[in-house]
């Protein structure tokens, strides 16, 4: 945390919009606009949102041990990660996982983009450009690895829902050859002009590196830039995506679409504690018969000695929208019995349960009079494994709340739809 209060570029655009600004990692960031959280967070699941993410650090890691290091402490498998038959990492495609400390215990979440050959940048949350940097830098060694914290020297500008892929064909300067052809996870450009990668160019000839990612668990992109073109680079998308539902999106809203979408917040969902028995397997090396990891890595001893002696992670929904204050003080019981506590609890405004089955506004097969009001969903950290199902209660100084365990959470989400199908060709 900085002893000093951050702004992003765009905090005056924040302040004429009406924002309600809070500090979050040392930033003072929206938490959400005058249309408020609700709002905000249909919009990006049925037509778009955008963030202000300028306050995430970005760590560049250059040399011919580049990626020698990375897969040294990144958890996931570089050479094993890109599509379902888990090829390597290549130049264009990004990778998601985690850098662990020795004891298995969560330093940041992180994506890698790997530019081109010996070329890598690391993208992680507000306030750990440094505590990364110097992290890599430690395990450096003699080895050819030069590893850079860009933090405050980057712009970022999200759009996440259906229609961000029409918005960004009104601002490319060349539409069809950028989105021609754009998987999950892929990116294209590169903004920083430190290597030879394939420049990505709005209309107004700015450079971006636009990146098929997100935490929304919706269709979308994140668009970085130089830190002086960020203003330009929202006015535009704003002007494009207005007519067509886009509206500025706080952290309340990117809150309650990260958890609906079975993602966790770093620091709060995954953080001091072994980073196994969770829901995100996805972002560790496992073999296919599961006893065992593809590769070392910092902290992987740990993580496979866990085992079931250590918390487990497990998503919960509740039957209506209400929701408990998460943390230390909330308790979670089963059968009366203290077993863990609150990790996160929102309110995801697209779902709604009938019989015991989740839907969301996005559902093709929801009934035709399901009103969709919203349900109270998140993460406990319990001391035992549960079964899919079982029933909890969640207690703070105000409610108890009856919630269910559950494997996922949000139906419906759009983030691996075919980006063709997301622009009508």
């Known amino acids: 945390m900085q002893a000093t209060i951050q702004r992003t570029r765009l905090y005056a655009e924040h302040q004429k919009l009406g924002a309600n600004m809070a500090d979050f990692g040392g930033y003072e960031m929206p938490l959400w606009y005058p249309a408020g959280v609700r709002a905000e967070h249909l919009s990006v699941l049925r037509a778009a949102g955008m963030f202000d993410t300028s306050h995430m650090a970005l760590v560049r890691v250059s040399g011919s041990d580049s990626r020698r290091l990375l897969q040294a402490l990144f958890t996931k498998d570089l050479d094993r990660c890109t599509g379902p038959k888990g090829l390597p990492l290549a130049p264009g495609r990004c990778a998601y996982g985690a850098f662990c400390n020795e004891k298995g215990h969560v330093l940041d979440d992180a994506l890698v983009y790997m530019?081109?050959?010996?070329?890598?940048?690391?993208?992680?949350?507000?306030?750990?450009?440094?505590?990364?940097?110097?992290?890599?830098?430690?395990?450096?060694?003699?080895?050819?690895?030069?590893?850079?914290?860009?933090?405050?020297?980057?712009?970022?500008?999200?759009?996440?829902?259906?229609?961000?892929?029409?918005?960004?064909?009104?601002?490319?300067?060349?539409?069809?050859?950028?989105?021609?052809?754009?998987?999950?996870?892929?990116?294209?450009?590169?903004?920083?002009?430190?290597?030879?990668?394939?420049?990505?160019?709005?209309?107004?000839?700015?450079?971006?590196?636009?990146?098929?990612?997100?935490?929304?668990?919706?269709?979308?992109?994140?668009?970085?830039?130089?830190?002086?073109?960020?203003?330009?680079?929202?006015?535009?998308?704003?002007?494009?995506?207005?007519?067509?539902?886009?509206?500025?999106?706080?952290?309340?809203?990117?809150?309650?679409?990260?958890?609906?979408?079975?993602?966790?917040?770093?620091?709060?969902?995954?953080?001091?504690?072994?980073?196994?028995?969770?829901?995100?397997?996805?972002?560790?090396?496992?073999?296919?018969?599961?006893?065992?990891?593809?590769?070392?890595?910092?902290?992987?001893?740990?993580?496979?000695?866990?085992?079931?002696?250590?918390?487990h992670t497990l998503a919960f929904v509740a039957a209506d929208l209400r929701k408990v204050t998460a943390g230390p003080d909330t308790k979670v019981l089963l059968g009366g019995e203290v077993i863990g506590r609150v990790l996160t609890c929102v309110t995801d405004m697209g779902m709604a349960m009938r019989d015991g089955v989740l839907y969301s506004v996005n559902s093709p097969d929801k009934p035709e009079d399901l009103v969709i009001k919203g349900l109270a969903c998140g993460f406990v950290l319990v001391d035992t494994r549960l079964e899919p199902g079982t029933m909890l209660e969640l207690k703070d100084e105000k409610r108890k709340l009856p919630v269910r365990v559950v494997q996922d959470l949000r139906p419906a989400r759009t983030a691996r739809k075919a980006l063709a199908s997301l622009l009508d060709k």
């Open 115 to 311: 530019l081109e050959r010996d070329h890598y940048l690391v993208v992680v949350n507000a306030g750990m450009g440094g505590v990364l940097a110097a992290h890599l830098r430690s395990f450096t060694g003699n080895h050819a690895a030069v590893v850079e914290d860009l933090t405050d020297q980057v712009g970022k500008v999200d759009v996440q829902g259906p229609m961000a892929g029409k918005i960004l064909s009104l601002v490319l300067k060349d539409a069809e050859a950028v989105l021609s052809s754009m998987p999950y996870f892929s990116f294209k450009g590169d903004w920083t002009l430190f290597g030879k990668s394939a420049l990505c160019l709005l209309k107004d000839d700015t450079s971006v590196l636009l990146s098929r990612t997100g935490y929304t668990g919706e269709f979308g992109f994140e668009i970085f830039c130089a830190m002086d073109a960020v203003e330009r680079v929202w006015h535009l998308l704003l002007a494009a995506g207005s007519p067509m539902g886009l509206i500025p999106c706080g952290l309340a809203a990117r809150d309650s679409l990260r958890t609906g979408a079975l993602l966790p917040l770093s620091h709060q969902d995954i953080g001091n504690w072994p980073f196994v028995n969770h829901p995100w397997t996805f972002a560790l090396p496992f073999m296919e018969n599961g006893k065992g990891f593809t590769k070392g890595f910092l902290g992987d001893e740990a993580l496979m000695m866990a085992a079931d002696d250590v918390p």
